[in-house]
T-cell receptor, first 114, second 115 residues
Framework: AQSVTQPDIHITVSEGASLELRCNYS??????LFWYVQSPGQGLQLLLK??????LVQGIKGFEAEFKRSQSSFNLRKPSVHWSDAAEYFC????????????FGDGTTLTVKP | GAVVSQHPSWVICKSGTSVKIECRSL??????MFWYRQFPKQSLMLMAT?????????EQGVEKDKFLINHASLTLSTLTVTSAHPEDSSFYIC???????????FGDGTRLSIL
């Protein structure tokens, strides 16, 4: 079975500061990894995804994530946060042959201070 | 591309009524659709997985007779909350999946409020 842990429930950063949101997964084989963002009252928007290949993945809105197999991690980063980045962020893990089914972490709430 | 439309976005109804939520993939054919429930400040809870033309697979603890799922075509799945009660009030989100090496694509969710 696969699982995802997002250790930080809530993170506050100042606008313009760098951001790193942590994600640790548990899965026996090579996982499929995703980061989604959710604004209040909305669905989830895909930020980036990893299936294979280059372990540093670029996404939308200036986000990137790095797959580190040795640490079972897929942390999300952004060099300079904007006020509009305030939202809920979910990390998810899937697997080959699982027909798209993913397991989601509990989410991290990002607050951006002016 | 990969747009998923979910309708309605918000519904308020009286206790005892049934409510249908539609999930459509607009520009791709979804082999699988997922239905989630999300409580405030919490993660997504998978309710069921549906494949076109077959019965949905429900997660443990989800009442099949309460939450009826129909996946009549490759672009449409519906969730009907039957005889809804206040405890069914929640945010329901659908997602659609078409093939390997692709992520799920999410609808914008439906806020259901039962009075």
């Amino acid at each position: 079975a696969q699982s995802v842990t997002q250790p930080d429930i809530h993170i506050t950063v100042s606008e313009g500061a760098s951001l790193e949101l942590r994600c640790n997964y548990s899965y026996g084989a090579t996982p499929y990894l995703f980061w989604y963002v959710q604004s209040p009252g909305q669905g989830l928007q895909l930020l980036l995804k990893y299936f294979s290949g280059d372990t540093l993945v670029q996404g939308i809105k200036g986000f990137e994530a790095e797959f580190k197999r040795s640490q079972s991690s897929f942390n999300l980063r952004k060099p300079s946060v904007h006020w509009s980045d305030a939202a809920e962020y979910f990390c998810a893990v899937g697997a080959q042959g699982n027909a798209g089914k993913s397991t989601f972490g509990d989410g991290t709430t990002l607050t951006v201070k002016p | 591309g990969a747009v998923v439309s979910q309708h309605p976005s918000w519904v308020i109804c009286k206790s005892g009524t049934s409510v249908k939520i539609e999930c459509r993939s607009l520009d791709f054919q979804a082999t699988t659709m997922f239905w989630y429930r999300q409580f405030p400040k919490q993660s997504l809870m998978l309710m069921a997985t549906s494949n076109e033309g077959s019965k949905a697979t429900y997660e443990q603890g989800v009442e099949k007779d309460k939450f009826l799922i129909n996946h009549a075509s490759l672009t449409l799945s519906t969730l009907t909350v039957t005889s809804a009660h206040p405890e069914d009030s929640s945010f329901y989100i659908c997602s659609a999946f078409d093939r390997e090496y692709q992520p799920q694509h999410f609808g914008d969710g439906t806020r259901l409020s039962i009075l």
